[in-house]
């Protein structure tokens, strides 16, 4: 089993930045993608931004130029930096990777419990 543990989430007024911390743990042997998504009340969970065990990053229209992905060295863990945050971005915030558990394995794509991002005006 594999466990995605997200953190950093919380209250912050329009402008601020918060930056939240995804680490990935248990039966892991190697990790490939892994990205963010967020969901607001009453929309679809959305893609924030990925990125590859290469370094490739992709990021929605609406946080590019505010949003930065990375990985932690030792790639088990994937930040989002949020800065410039509006209160449209106000959601639940889910990481999530793509695991595989040995060498010759497919990948599964894991998710974290949410953690809510909130932006007042």
């Known amino acids: 089993q594999v466990q995605l543990a997200e953190s950093g989430g919380g209250l912050v007024q329009a402008g601020g930045s918060l930056r939240l911390s995804c680490a990935a743990s248990g039966r892991i042997f190697s990790i490939n993608g892994m990205g963010w998504y967020r969901q607001a009340p009453g929309k679809q969970r959305e893609l924030v931004a990925g990125i590859t065990r290469g370094g490739s990053t992709n990021y929605a229209d609406s946080v590019k130029g505010r949003f930065t992905i990375s990985r932690g060295n030792a790639k088990n863990t994937v930040y989002l930096q949020m800065n410039g945050l509006k209160p449209e971005d106000t959601a639940v915030y889910y990481c999530?990777?793509?695991?595989?558990?040995?060498?010759?394995?497919?990948?599964?794509?894991?998710w974290g419990q949410g953690t809510q991002v909130t932006v007042s005006s």
């Open positions: 999530n990777a793509a695991v595989s558990d040995s060498f010759d394995s497919n990948y599964d794509v894991y």
